[in-house]
């Protein structure tokens, strides 16, 4: 009988405990209840939602200061996000100060920025931020350097990439204006193949502007016209023609020194190869010098064994050159490589890229320009290209 009392009594305690530990968790659950619903009334429904870190952080202001540090921690996105929208102000970051005759600020490092931006582009990671950098054309006017950096970009993204549906889709106002900047500068070209990929309207629009917009300033009329023949090109055309140099170099490897005739810088692209016949020099072949729009400009023709090469750097700051060794073999002449060589960064620990991309284009070739290789993206830089201290 006392055994059955013990047992009961230890019974009860027992429930009598388990209901204490039961209450006092309700009680908990009941004040941690209260503590929420006490926040989420002070909180919105995004806010609530939200990660803490996320809710406190405020978008950075759209500033110059801002691009740089995104493009200096290599932010892809506050790199875009940051980058400006429109030509206004993407000239008051690039472009020349007119009024006080000054370089903004970005002006000296604009092609490490816009190789940067074409650099994303590529990755195919940003899609959507292609019609941005149509938007900047709107409106655009051509300028030497930085503007004309990024309209050369913009014109080799569409043609490379058979990006023409971003102009097709434009309204007729819009295609007008950008294709007045991508086309617009002190020597205007019509592209017969850009236009063929554009849609009627587009099409008529590039026809009209070459028309009645455009004009070349040039004193000098173009003299290589498409219609003439190569025995109207005579050495003594450039003698005496300030818009061309000369130099005297063995270009066949015969001993003897023959003549090589080449715009000068923003005169255009055009190289000209004379060869040494003894009493008179004969021309032998009309190719380029390398010279872009709004890209690297000729710098000079120099000798070498088996040749020459030709240099050409971005002018205006910045460090962007490229050396491209020409070789005359089996009668031809053949461009081997090209060396190009750029600084990594603004930092102060940057060093040069130095990038030696294999060619072997005969320089006569028709499509010589379409499978012309240039410097590697910045991704395969740091694979194929050796570093050199600054």
Not at 54 to 77: C, G, R, W
Not at 185 to 190: A, E
Not at 283 to 295: Q, R
Request: glycine share 4%; aromatic share 14%; with cysteine.
């Amino acid at each position: 009988m006392k055994f059955q009392v013990v047992i009961i009594a230890l019974l009860l305690l027992s429930c009598g405990q388990e209901n204490k530990r039961v209450e006092k968790e309700q009680k908990a659950k009941d004040s941690v209840n209260a503590l929420l619903m006490e926040a989420s009334e002070n909180l919105n429904a995004d806010e609530w939602e939200a990660p803490v870190e996320k809710s406190t952080q405020e978008p950075k202001d759209i500033s110059i200061h801002n691009l740089y540090i995104a493009m200096a921690d290599k932010d892809e996105e506050e790199f875009l996000r940051q980058f400006p929208k429109d030509f206004k102000q993407f000239q008051s970051y690039f472009g020349w100060d007119t009024p006080n005759d000054a370089p903004h600020k970005l002006y000296e490092h604009s092609v490490h920025y816009i190789e940067y931006l074409f650099h994303l582009l590529r990755t195919n990671k940003y899609p959507s931020y292609e019609k941005n950098i149509i938007r900047i054309c709107e409106n655009g006017q051509w300028e030497a350097d930085g503007v004309n950096y990024f309209q050369h970009h913009v014109l080799n993204y569409v043609r490379e990439h058979k990006k023409y549906y971003l102009i097709n889709e434009l309204s007729n106002e819009k295609a007008k204006s950008v294709l007045f900047f991508l086309f617009d500068g002190p020597h205007p070209k019509f592209d017969a193949d850009f236009a063929s990929h554009l849609n009627t309207s587009k099409k008529q629009i590039l026809e009209d502007l070459f028309e009645t917009a455009f004009f070349d300033d040039n004193e000098n009329p173009d003299p290589f016209p498409d219609d003439q023949t190569n025995s109207t090109y005579s050495l003594s055309d450039y003698m005496e023609n300030e818009h061309f140099f000369i130099r005297d170099i063995d270009i066949n490897n015969d001993g003897v020194l023959d003549k090589i005739v080449s715009a000068g810088p923003y005169q255009g692209d055009e190289l000209l190869l004379f060869t040494n016949e003894g009493e008179a020099y004969q021309f032998a072949l009309k190719t380029t010098n390398f010279s872009e729009d709004g890209g690297n400009q000729i710098v000079d023709v120099v000798a070498e064994p088996d040749g020459f090469f030709i240099k050409t750097a971005f002018p205006d700051g910045g460090l962007n050159e490229a050396y491209h060794h020409i070789a005359f073999n089996k009668n031809s002449w053949i461009l081997t490589n090209s060396v190009y060589r750029t600084r990594s960064s603004n930092q102060k620990d940057a060093f040069i890229y130095v990038c030696d991309v294999a060619q072997g284009l005969n320089m006569a070739g028709t499509h010589f320009f379409e499978k012309l290789k240039g410097m590697p993206d910045e991704v395969e830089k740091d694979t194929v290209c050796t570093k050199e201290m600054l």
